[in-house]
């Protein structure tokens, strides 16, 4: 299946990307995906990750489906 994955401000400096399509095992869920993503860019692991999956927040124990956009980005505080 296929997801294409959104980066975001400082996820999208760390990758050097803004988007990227994404070839995942059947009824993988955001953190499995995390992972992978980690083990290919491990620069993400400096910073503390939000997602969103067709323009919701979910969880890592989302479930993605083929064709869903999951963006990712880094949490954000204001002041």
Do not use: C, W
Not at 30 to 58: D, I, W
Not at 62 to 73: K, Q, Y
């Amino acid at each position: 299946m296929q997801v294409k994955v959104l980066f975001f401000g400082a996820t999208a400096d760390e990758t050097g990307m803004r988007s990227i399509d994404f070839a995942l095992d059947n009824a993988a869920k955001v953190g499995e995906t995390l992972s992978e993503l980690l083990s290919r860019f491990p620069q993400l692991n400096n910073h503390k990750l939000r997602f969103a999956v067709n323009q919701e927040y979910v969880a890592e124990d989302r479930v993605l489906n083929d064709g869903d956009e999951l963006a990712v980005f880094t949490a954000v505080s204001g002041g």
